[in-house]
């Protein structure tokens, strides 16, 4: 158990509907990232908050939202949903500002889009 | 503009033999972080072994080790005694520190330790 908490771990949803994955960081750990790990793309980066505030942006989609709550706990909410968004979502975490000391990750979240 | 590199897409060892996964890079920044991740067949991404660009050590953990080569801009990892358990998606990844940090991996060598 790396203390990255992810949920729900697998998700079956229909185009055009919408989701919200959850995950929760390692205790102590101030920022909390996400990344999406499709078949052909490897793993993306689309967003880092650190302390509730929003500190990089990557490749997310404007379909694509999240937010780092007061205690710490962040939200990722995936919208319009396409078949393309099928895909494992990890969520990291790390104490400082940014990863200098490596990501821990959760477990991931598995996105099916049927 | 950083990159990464990982010519290997797929490796195969013997149990209890030694292997190499290379991994190169291309920046211009004289200090960085380097890391490597292991993904098993759970999924589940763990931090293997991370390294310093300032320190010319070469990092060790356990069976896992680094030789990194900073004016080759070459990161690869040596494992050990592999073991069955150690088949998995190894990822390598940069990470620049100056200004606005940026973090980057490559597309990953996929290994398999045959008993």
């Known amino acids: 158990d790396s203390g990255v908490t992810q949920t729900p771990k697998h998700l079956i949803t229909a185009t055009g509907q919408r989701v919200t994955l959850r995950c929760s960081p390692r205790?102590?750990?101030?920022?909390v990232y996400w990344y999406q790990q499709s078949l052909d793309q490897g793993l993306q980066f689309l967003i880092h908050?650190?302390?509730?505030?929003?500190?990089a942006k990557g490749n997310i989609l404007e379909r694509f939202s999240a937010q780092q709550f007061p205690d710490l706990h962040s939200e990722l909410n995936l919208s319009s949903l396409e078949l393309g968004d099928s895909a494992l979502y990890f969520c990291?975490?790390?104490?400082?500002?940014?990863?200098?000391?490596?990501?821990?990750f959760g477990s991931g979240t598995r996105l099916t889009v049927v | 503009a950083q990159t990464v590199t990982q010519s290997q897409p797929e490796m195969s060892v013997q149990e209890a033999e030694t292997v190499t996964l290379s991994c190169t890079y291309d920046?211009?920044?004289?200090?960085?972080?380097l890391f490597w991740y292991k993904q098993p067949p759970s999924r589940q991404m763990i931090l293997v072994i991370r390294?310093?660009?300032?320190?010319?050590q070469n990092a060790t953990e356990n069976r896992f080790s680094v030789n990194f080569q900073k004016a080759a801009k070459s990161f690869s990892l040596k494992i050990s005694d592999s073991q069955l358990g150690d088949t998995a998606m190894y990822f390598c990844?940069?990470?620049?520190?100056?200004?606005?940090?940026?973090?980057?991996f490559g597309t990953g060598t996929r290994l398999k330790v045959l008993a």
């Open positions: 205790s102590g750990d101030l920022s």
């Open positions: 920046t211009s920044e004289s200090n960085y972080y």
């Open positions: 390294q310093e660009a300032y320190k010319q």
């Open positions: 908050y650190y302390n509730g505030e929003e500190r």
């Open positions: 990291a975490s790390s104490e400082r500002e940014g990863p200098y000391y490596g990501y821990t």
């Open positions: 990844a940069f990470m620049k520190v100056s200004g606005t940090y940026k973090y980057i």
